[in-house]
C-alpha cells in the first residue's frame, strides 16, 4: 500500500471556488496548502453538525478506519463566503478537508475486490452502527431504506498500484442524524438496535470472527479518550458542558451495547448431531 500522505495544515482560505448543492453544504475553497472541502457555520442544519463530524472523524480514526485529512481554520468574515442556497457563511471556525484524488464506489461488488484494505469494510460497518450514522447505509426497518454510495470513497492516492483505499468520510450524520445534541434525543436512541453501514455488497467481505474483533475494541474504548475528543470541539459549535457529558455518555454506553446487533447479524454456527 502507498504510504500515507504527509501533514496538512493549511492556516487561511484564499477564495472560494464553488459552493455544492448537498446535503452536506459543502464549499470547495482554495488554502494556502491547496484545495480543500469546508464545512462551515450558518448552514440550516445548524453547528452541532460540524461538532458531530469532527468527533465523528476522530472516532473513526480511532478505530484504525482511513479519514481525509482535516484541520480546524478560522473563517473570517471578510471573506463573504455563502453556500449554494445564498445564505452567508457564518464567520468562526470551520471545518476543512483537503481534497484528494478518487473516486466514489459505483456500487458494484467487484469493485471491492480492488481495495487494499478491505478489512475496513467490517471496521466501517462496526462504526457506522456505533455512531448511528444514518447518512452511508440506512436499513428500512422503522425508516426510509437510504444507501447513499456518494459516502463509500476510494483513495487513489494512497493505494498501491491498480488498487484504491476505502475511506471514512462525512461524518456530520452521526449520532442524531443530522439533528442537535439534546439530552432527550440521546437518552431516546442509545440502545437502537439497528444495523447501520451493511450494504448488501458488503457482506461477502465480511466475517463473525472479524466483526466481533472490532466489536471487542470498540468496547475497549476508555471513556477519557471520547471526552477527550469532544474537547476539541470548539465552544462556537455551540455544543454546552451538558450536553458534552450527555453525549460522552452516549457513545460511552453504545459501546457497550453493539455487540448483540453484530452477534444477531453474523450468528455463530448452527453444530447438526447425526
Known amino acids: 500500500m502507498a504510504s500515507a500522505p504527509t501533514p496538512?495544515?493549511?492556516?487561511?482560505?484564499?477564495?472560494?471556488?464553488?459552493?455544492r448543492k448537498s446535503g452536506s453544504r459543502v464549499l470547495r475553497v482554495e488554502t494556502d496548502q491547496?484545495?480543500?472541502?469546508?464545512?462551515?457555520?450558518?448552514?440550516?442544519n445548524g453547528p452541532h453538525v460540524l461538532a458531530c463530524e469532527l468527533v465523528g472523524t476522530l472516532l473513526a480514526g480511532w478505530l484504525k478506519l482511513r479519514t481525509l485529512q482535516f484541520a480546524l481554520i478560522d473563517v473570517p468574515e471578510a471573506l463573504n463566503l455563502r453556500f449554494a442556497d445564498g445564505k452567508p457563511v457564518v464567520a468562526g471556525p470551520g471545518f476543512l478537508t483537503r481534497a484528494e484524488e478518487g473516486h466514489v464506489w459505483?456500487?458494484?461488488?467487484?469493485?471491492?475486490?480492488?481495495?487494499?484494505?478491505?478489512?475496513?469494510?467490517g471496521r466501517l460497518i462496526?462504526?457506522?452502527?456505533w455512531t448511528m450514522n444514518c447518512d452511508r447505509y440506512?436499513?428500512?426497518?422503522?425508516?426510509?431504506?437510504?444507501?447513499?454510495?456518494?459516502n463509500v470513497w476510494f483513495s487513489e492516492e494512497r493505494a498501491s498500484r491498480g488498487k484504491v483505499v476505502l475511506m471514512a468520510i462525512d461524518h456530520g450524520c452521526c449520532f442524531t442524524c443530522e439533528r442537535?445534541?439534546?439530552?432527550?434525543?440521546?437518552?431516546?436512541?442509545?440502545?437502537e438496535d439497528r444495523l447501520f453501514g451493511l450494504f448488501p455488497s458488503f457482506r461477502p467481505h465480511t466475517?463473525?470472527?472479524?466483526?466481533?474483533?472490532?466489536v471487542a475494541e470498540v468496547e475497549a474504548?476508555?471513556?477519557?479518550?471520547?471526552?477527550?475528543m469532544i474537547a476539541r470541539v470548539p465552544h462556537q459549535w455551540q455544543v454546552d458542558a451538558s450536553a458534552r457529558r450527555e453525549w460522552c455518555d452516549w457513545i460511552c454506553r453504545r459501546a457497550k451495547s453493539i455487540r448483540r446487533i453484530i452477534e444477531r447479524e453474523w450468528p455463530a454456527a448452527q453444530m447438526t448431531v447425526s
Open 180 to 191: 442537535d445534541l439534546t439530552t432527550p434525543r440521546l437518552q431516546s436512541s442509545v440502545n
Open 221 to 228: 474504548v476508555a471513556r477519557s479518550e471520547i471526552e477527550a
Open 106 to 121: 459505483g456500487g458494484e461488488e467487484g469493485e471491492l475486490e480492488e481495495l487494499d484494505n478491505p478489512e475496513d469494510i
Open 207 to 214: 466475517t463473525r470472527g472479524g466483526m466481533l474483533q472490532v
Open 8 to 19: 496538512w495544515q493549511p492556516s487561511r482560505i484564499l477564495d472560494p471556488i464553488e459552493a
Open 126 to 129: 462496526v462504526f457506522d452502527t
Open 138 to 150: 440506512r436499513p428500512a426497518n422503522g425508516a426510509t431504506l437510504r444507501q447513499n454510495k456518494d
Open 34 to 44: 491547496g484545495e480543500g472541502f469546508l464545512k462551515a457555520m450558518g448552514a440550516d
